[in-house]
């Protein structure tokens, strides 16, 4: 990117990018890291350092690692590399949140001088999608969040479906008589038939009133919290698994923040509102890399791929 004469900057000059003061015929790019986990200090905080690189961290305050508020910054030679998705599980459900910053660590971070750090949230956790779409049943298909999605423990037939961060639509709970067929099924073959027969699987359970005050309750601790860690208010949301609704969407701004960071894949552009900012995620390989940055930073490729996507019904 810098090769390609990309200037990196954080949320303050996105926030100048918007606001027309700095010269939009030049290029600009933004590192954002989701969640807050321990490597980013470990690995990536001297990258950008010796570089020169500011970054974006949209730290979820929920996960914050809160056992020792006292212990000192890790290194490469104690910090265990756990699986994402368990370690997901484990900080979810309170097991273990070592896989992520501490103060002092989040501290750090600041101290460096190379980190923006903004809101995620303090949960990060998901319920059914009222869109109940089957992907297959436990234990052979699995999720972390399946549990609190359940609000009960997992069991043999607990469907593994679309999910829905509770931060963009109230809570929801497998239909009660669907989970008695499901547990009495004989096999996933009849669990599938059951559910694709079924007319309410999900019910809503969380009222409009409650659903917002405790959105708003989310946003208030997660930015409490980073000012506490950092001394800074954030200003900044990104919606934890790039979930959002109309409705959060005006919440989110009722309260304050300035800028809304979505997970919808694309560049930002003289048409993009500052309320629903996309992201392009980062490809495991490098020539996917390369090709993603020349698709989205040139028309031509761009239109043809939302054209494609929109025949396909996709964002």
């Known amino acids: ?42 690995w990536a905080t001297p990258i950008l350092a010796e570089r020169g690189i500011r970054a974006v961290l949209a730290l979820n305050t929920g996960l914050v690692d809160l056992a ?77 969040t399946m549990k609190y ?30 989970t008695r067929m499901l547990k009495d099924a004989s096999d996933n073959e009849e669990r599938r038939r059951i559910c694709n027969s079924f007319d309410n699987p999900v019910d809503v359970c969380e009222h409009s009133r409650p659903f917002k005050e405790r959105v708003w309750d989310d946003f208030a601790h997660c930015v409490k919290s980073i000012q506490t860690f950092t001394g800074t208010p954030s200003k900044s949301f990104f919606w934890p698994w790039g979930h959002y609704s109309e409705r959060v969407e005006k919440l989110a701004q009722d309260y304050g923040f300035e800028m809304l960071f979505t997970m919808d894949k694309g560049p930002v552009t003289a048409k ?33 791929r939302d054209f494609f996507n929109l025949i396909r019904g996709r964002k």
């Open 272 to 304: 993009t509102s500052p309320a629903r900012i996309p992201r392009i995620a980062a490809p495991a390989n490098f020539d996917k890399f390369k090709h993603q940055e020349w698709v989205f930073s040139h028309f031509a490729p761009r239109a043809v």
């Open 68 to 144: 020792d508020k006292e212990a000192e910054p890790r290194d490469a030679a104690n910090y265990p590399i756990v699986d994402s998705k368990q370690a997901l599980g484990d900080s979810a459900y309170d097991r273990d949140k070592s896989s992520f910053l501490n103060p002092n660590e989040i501290r750090a971070m600041v101290d460096s001088g190379v980190w923006d750090i903004q809101a995620h949230g303090d949960s990060h956790v998901a319920c059914y999608d009222v869109n109940f779409k089957v992907r297959g049943f436990h234990p052979e298909k699995n999720h972390w």
């Open 1 to 42: 990117l810098s090769r390609k004469s990309y200037q990196f900057i954080d949320t303050d000059g996105l926030r100048n990018w918007f606001d027309g003061n700095l010269d939009r015929r030049k290029r600009y790019t933004m590192l954002t890291f989701d969640d807050g986990w321990a490597d980013n200090l470990i």
């Open 149 to 178: 999605a359940l609000c009960e423990p997992l069991f043999d037939g607990a469907p593994r479906a679309e999910f829905r961060s509770v931060l963009a639509a109230p809570k929801t709970r497998l239909n009660r008589q669907l």
